[in-house]
C-alpha cells in the first residue's frame, strides 16, 4: 500500500427508526456530502482501489454515495470497523496493504479520528497541522497518507468539509 484515506461516513440521522445505533442511516445531507467527499477526492488524484467499510447503515450508505468516483475499487465490508479503535482500524490496514496500492477505510469517530492523529504525529506534522486536525475530523472528513520506504506515514492531505456540509 502506497497511499491511505480514512474517510469518516457523512452525517447520519440521530436515531434510527429501531433505535439501534447500528441502523442510522445517512441524511440528505450525509448522502450529498458523502458523494461530494468522493468527487472531492478524486479530482485531487485520491483514488482507491480498496475500500474497506464498517458494516453500519450509515457507512454502507456513503460507500454507496461515493462509489461512483472510483468504480474499479473493490469493497469489502468488516463488522469489527463498527465503532472501532484505531488500533482495530490499523490490524485492518495492515492486513490488507499488501493488495492495494490505494486503500480507503471508511468507518467512525472516534477511532477514525484517533487514528489520523496518531499516523500525523508518526509522520511528524507540524504543530499546526496537528492543532488543526485535533480541532475537528467531522462527517464527511477525509485524511489522507503516503508511506515512505520504511512505512512511515507521511500527511498528503487532509479534507473538512465546511460547517454545514459542502456547498
Known amino acids: 500500500m502506497q497511499r491511505l484515506i480514512l474517510l469518516r461516513h457523512g452525517k447520519a440521522e440521530r436515531d434510527s427508526p429501531s433505535g439501534d445505533d447500528f441502523a442510522r442511516r445517512l441524511t440528505p445531507r450525509g448522502a450529498k456530502d458523502a458523494r461530494q467527499a468522493g468527487e472531492r477526492l478524486a479530482e485531487m488524484g485520491f483514488r482507491p482501489d480498496l475500500a474497506l467499510v464498517s458494516t453500519a447503515a450509515r457507512t454502507r450508505e456513503t460507500w454507496e454515495a461515493l462509489k461512483g468516483v472510483c468504480p474499479a475499487c473493490e469493497v469489502r465490508f468488516h463488522d469489527d470497523l463498527y465503532h472501532a479503535e484505531a488500533e482495530t482500524v490499523l490490524a485492518r490496514v495492515r492486513e490488507a496493504a499488501g493488495s492495494s496500492d490505494a486503500l480507503m477505510v471508511i468507518g467512525h469517530n472516534p477511532g477514525l479520528h484517533e487514528l489520523v492523529l496518531r499516523l500525523l504525529v508518526e509522520g511528524g506534522a507540524s504543530p499546526d497541522l496537528l492543532q488543526s486536525a485535533r480541532a475537528r475530523f467531522p462527517t464527511s472528513a477525509a485524511a489522507v ?21 459542502y456547498d
Not at 497518507?145 to 456540509?165: A, E, I, K, N, S
Open 145 to 165: 497518507f503516503l508511506f515512505d520506504g520504511q512505512g512511515r506515514p507521511v500527511y498528503d492531505g487532509l479534507m473538512t468539509p465546511p460547517r454545514g456540509g
